[in-house]
């Protein structure tokens, strides 16, 4: 795992550095800057290695000089058509897109043909940031998310989107807590739109592998609905429909 500082996104692309269930877009909270690949499948092994030889380590110099939380790149296992996904992680936004356009100059200065290689692998894409509101505080490891991550792209009404927050902070985000201190989970996250296409929130989870994500997804929700079913109810009328992804963790350590 390259540390910068959705992934993600997950991509993640997962949930760091903010207080456990805390609800609120203050100056700490986690901002996930995600670019959604459509690839040729064909060609997403040399992606894959692309990113790990050369996108990697020019991102992780901004993470060790404290630019950055994170950097992730994830894999597309099940879900929709993004097939790959791009994450830069950090806490200030104006500082984000500054090292985001230093990263992209070095990289077309240094290796503007792997650079090219990858447009042509991965030609088209979705930009999204993402600003967390309820997220897993950050364990105390260099790992960020783990092998296996779930992502709930939410499609809300924004009329109602606070209540949405504020339902899922009282009631569900506890409980995705709950499995992450009994060691279910490795991260969660809960993430506002920013910038970018459709989806309103982002919904996430990683673990060790997907099977185990399944269960946590069917326990919490199960849970979440005892307890108290009109605010379920109410959470699904606000955000009606999403698109859900299964990725797998493709940095290499």
Same mark, same amino acid.
């Given at each position: 795992?390259?540390?910068?500082?959705?992934?993600?996104?997950?991509?993640?692309?997962?949930?760091?550095?903010?207080?456990?269930?805390?609800?609120?877009?203050d100056d700490d909270a986690p901002i996930v800057f995600g670019i959604y690949y459509r690839c040729n499948q064909a060609?997403?092994? +040399?992606?894959? =290695? #692309?990113?790990?030889?050369?996108? !990697? $380590?020019?991102? &992780? /110099?901004?993470? *060790?000089? %404290? @630019?950055?939380?994170?950097?992730?790149?994830?894999?597309?296992?099940?879900?929709?058509?993004?097939?790959?996904?791009?994450?830069?992680?950090?806490?200030?936004?104006?500082?984000?897109?500054?090292?985001?356009?230093?990263?992209?100059?070095?990289?077309?200065?240094?290796?503007?043909?792997?650079?090219?290689?990858?447009?042509?692998?991965?030609?088209?894409?979705?930009?999204?940031?993402?600003?967390?509101?309820?997220?897993?505080?950050?364990?105390?490891?260099?790992?960020?998310?783990?092998?296996?991550?779930?992502?709930?792209?939410?499609?809300?009404?924004?009329?109602?989107?606070? +209540?949405?927050? =504020? #339902?899922?902070?009282?009631?569900? !985000? $506890?409980?995705? &807590? /709950?499995?992450? *201190?009994? %060691? @279910?989970?490795?991260?969660?996250?809960?993430?506002?739109?920013?910038?970018?296409?459709?989806?309103?929130?982002?919904?996430?989870?990683?673990?060790?592998?997907?099977?185990?994500?399944?269960?946590?997804?069917?326990?919490?929700?199960?849970?979440?609905?005892?307890?108290?079913?009109?605010?379920?109810?109410?959470?699904?009328?606000?955000?009606?429909?999403h698109s859900d992804y299964m990725w797998l963790n493709g940095a290499q350590p």
């Amino acid at each position: 795992m390259q540390k910068l500082g959705f992934i993600f996104v997950v991509v993640t692309i997962v949930g760091v550095l903010a207080p456990a269930a805390a609800l609120a877009q203050d100056d700490d909270a986690p901002i996930v800057f995600g670019i959604y690949y459509r690839c040729n499948q064909a060609q997403e092994s +040399r992606a894959d =290695e #692309i990113y790990n030889k050369f996108v !990697a $380590p020019v991102a &992780q /110099k901004h993470v *060790d000089l %404290g @630019h950055l939380t994170a950097t992730l790149w994830l894999e597309h296992e099940q879900g929709g058509p993004w097939r790959r996904v791009w994450a830069i992680l950090g806490t200030d936004l104006e500082q984000m897109m500054d090292m985001r356009a230093a990263i992209t100059e070095e990289l077309g200065a240094n290796h503007a043909a792997e650079m090219t290689e990858l447009q042509e692998a991965c030609p088209t894409h979705d930009d999204y940031i993402w600003v967390g509101l309820a997220n897993s505080p950050q364990a105390d490891t260099d790992t960020i998310i783990g092998d296996a991550s779930m992502s709930a792209y939410h499609s809300c009404d924004m009329s109602r989107e606070a +209540r949405a927050d =504020e #339902i899922f902070s009282k009631l569900i !985000a $506890p409980l995705y &807590q /709950k499995h992450m *201190d009994m %060691g @279910h989970l490795a991260s969660w996250g809960y993430y506002s739109h920013r910038v970018g296409g459709i989806f309103r929130r982002l919904e996430t989870m990683s673990g060790a592998d997907h099977k185990t994500l399944l269960a946590m997804q069917n326990g919490i929700y199960q849970e979440a609905g005892e307890t108290d079913a009109l605010a379920m109810a109410e959470f699904r009328s606000i955000c009606s429909w999403h698109s859900d992804y299964m990725w797998l963790n493709g940095a290499q350590p």
